[in-house]
Nanobody
Framework: QVQLVESGGGLVQPGGSLRLSCAAS????????MSWYRQAPGKQRELVAV???????NYPDSVKGRFTISRDNAKNTVYLQMNTLRPEDTAVYYC??????????????WGQGTQVTVSS
């Protein structure tokens, strides 16, 4: 079994910054793609950032230039640096990972979510 534990959410004023972390633990052979999603009340969950095992990143236009995803493979951890936050960034942020639990078996996992609130 693999667990993803997020941290770093909270309340921040518009224009401020937050850094989210997501640490994976458990029976991990290898971690492939890692992503951050978010879900605002009454809306569908949406992709915020994705990073491959090799470090290639991708972002939707809504956060491009403001958010940066990175990973530390030695720590099985992915980060999301969020700058110039806006009220519309308010949501629960979820970590998602594609994990090889053996050499031939891959599963996907979600974290429990961390609340980010952008408000004055």
């Amino acid at each position: 079994q693999v667990q993803l534990v997020e941290s770093g959410g909270g309340l921040v004023q518009p224009g401020g910054s937050l850094r989210l972390s997501c640490a994976a633990s458990g029976s991990i052979f290898s971690i492939y793609g890692m992503s951050w999603y978010r879900q605002a009340p009454g809306k569908q969950r949406e992709l915020v950032a994705v990073i491959s095992s090799g470090g290639t990143t991708n972002y939707p236009d809504s956060v491009k230039g403001r958010f940066t995803i990175s990973r530390d493979n030695a720590k099985n951890t992915v980060y999301l640096q969020m700058n110039t936050l806006r009220p519309e960034d308010t949501a629960v942020y979820y970590c998602y990972a594609v994990v090889g639990v053996t050499k031939v078996t891959t599963w996907t996992y979600w974290g429990q979510g961390t609340q980010v609130t952008v408000s004055s």
